[in-house]
């Protein structure tokens, strides 16, 4: 549960939600309750253990954005495209990522010969 609720502090409220249409800050206020953010831990978990991501934390959104300040926009360097993610996906890639990182540093140098 820490790993989530150090994920979800790091979460912007304004940032753009991906195919699931949920925001950060709709996302937040559900996961205050406690029965509903108990099911998160959960599902990274059996991510890990039966070693399969699930399809929908997979599908993009992709949106090309102009890019501010640009003299002439017919030139495709006057755009930059993004990818938009589920929102539950990056939570818990957010939290995998951290618990990687902290396994990493705990294991030291004999952490490449542990994989």
Do not use: Q
């Amino acid at each position: 549960m820490l790993e989530m609720a150090e994920a979800l502090k790091a979460c912007s409220n304004v940032s753009a939600p991906g195919s699931d249409h949920i925001t950060w800050h709709y996302f937040k206020s559900i996961l205050a309750d406690g029965i509903c953010a108990s099911g998160i831990p959960s599902l990274a978990n059996s991510c890990i253990t039966l070693r399969h991501w699930p399809r929908h934390f997979k599908e993009p959104i992709s949106v090309i954005i102009s890019k501010p300040g640009k003299v002439a926009y017919d030139t495709p360097k006057a755009f930059r495209p993004i990818v938009l993610l589920t929102t539950l996906g990056k939570l818990i890639e957010k939290m995998l990522a951290s618990l990687s990182l902290t396994w990493f540093a705990l294991a030291g140098p004999r952490a490449s010969r542990l994989v």
